[in-house]
């Protein structure tokens, strides 16, 4: 039961950003001409995953090495916080026999609202909620954000066709 109340509270954290974020005709269409983006890590802090090699700094390793697939500068400093970015959030929740991994990556980019004020909008997302046993989790949660860079790859390049 506890198992359960986790997974749906997780699902509803996950739900709830992802019913604000804008959308274009098709998703890929935000990302054409996008040239640069930074990275931003967010992960619910989690001791047991750290020992299973699963922390911050993990993730962003994994994910700047995989951003290869698109042709994009990698930004990097803080005079950056106008420029589009990747949000990764992942949150994996300690279960009895293993975790439960929320992971959501996002695209923000600047947008102009109709009273000419400038925001930043989430305009491509994917998100997996799944369970991973202890073992098994450094490999997980490596495989759901190749997974996920590559749909963005994917769009991305469509976007992008020349």
Same mark, same amino acid.
């Given at each position: ?13 996950? /739900? ?29 802090? $989690? ?13 962003? +390793? ?9 042709? /994009? ?17 992942? $949150? ?22 109709? +009273? ?47």
């Amino acid at each position: 039961m506890q198992r359960w109340i986790i997974a749906i509270g997780i699902l509803g954290t996950l /739900l709830g950003p992802a019913l604000a974020v804008a959308q274009v005709s098709t998703p890929q269409d935000s990302l054409k001409n996008l040239e640069a983006l930074r990275v931003e890590v967010t992960m619910a802090r $989690n001791p047991s995953a750290a020992r299973r090699g699963v922390d911050a700094d993990y993730v962003r +390793n994994t994910v700047e090495q995989r951003l290869d697939l698109l042709d /994009l500068q990698l930004l990097q400093g803080e005079d950056t916080d106008a420029s589009a970015y990747l949000s990764v959030a992942l $949150n994996p929740a300690r279960i009895s026999d293993g975790y439960v991994v929320s992971l959501m990556l996002q695209v923000f980019q600047p947008a102009r609202l109709a +009273n000419s004020e400038t925001v930043m909008a989430a305009t491509w997302y994917a998100q997996s909620l799944e369970v991973s046993d202890a073992e098994g989790l450094q490999d997980y949660v490596r495989n759901a954000l190749q997974h996920q860079l590559e749909m963005l790859a994917s769009a991305y390049q469509a976007a992008n066709e020349r």
